[in-house]
């Protein structure tokens, strides 16, 4: 008898990419619970993004910006202008990097649209 080789590479590829929207997910989260100035911690993430503490807690770049962020909230920042921190200089240059993320797929979005857009124009004019 012959052992059947199985072929694993499509589960692979689909974990992989779960994986990344998930990553994606929390990334605009945390993003937007930032410009709202909501509390950011574990659990508050966790929640709002619809995935477990223990993934959080596993991706380690994801809960360094955690950490990051909330102990940044948790220091009260004053009214005061003080010089940016290599931290803080960080935290802006994610949510920077974010929020070009998503401008990127909004003009994708708003490209697919106006071509669906003018195609349905097309069908409308063939008609009458």
């Known amino acids: 008898m012959t052992k059947q080789l199985r072929n694993t590479d499509k589960i692979i590829q689909l974990a992989k990419e779960k994986s990344d929207?998930?990553?994606?997910k929390v990334d605009k989260v945390i993003s937007k619970m930032s410009i709202e100035g909501k509390t950011i911690n574990f659990n508050s993430v966790s929640i709002e993004a619809n995935v477990s503490k223990s993934w959080l807690y596993k991706e380690d770049d994801i809960r360094k910006r955690?950490?990051?962020?909330?102990?940044?909230?948790?220091?009260?920042?004053?009214?005061?202008?003080?010089?940016?921190?290599?931290?803080?200089?960080?935290?802006?240059?994610?949510?920077?990097?974010?929020?070009?993320?998503?401008?990127?797929?909004?003009?994708?979005?708003?490209?697919?649209?106006?071509?669906?857009?003018?195609?349905?124009?097309?069908e409308l004019y063939s008609k009458y």
């Open 21 to 24: 929207r998930t990553r994606i």
């Open 66 to 122: 955690i950490e990051e962020l909330r102990n940044r909230k948790g220091k009260g920042q004053s009214t005061s202008k003080k010089p940016l921190t290599k931290k803080s200089l960080r935290s802006e240059e994610i949510l920077i990097k974010t929020l070009r993320a998503r401008i990127k797929e909004l003009e994708e979005e708003n490209v697919q649209l106006k071509g669906q857009v003018q195609k349905l124009y097309g």
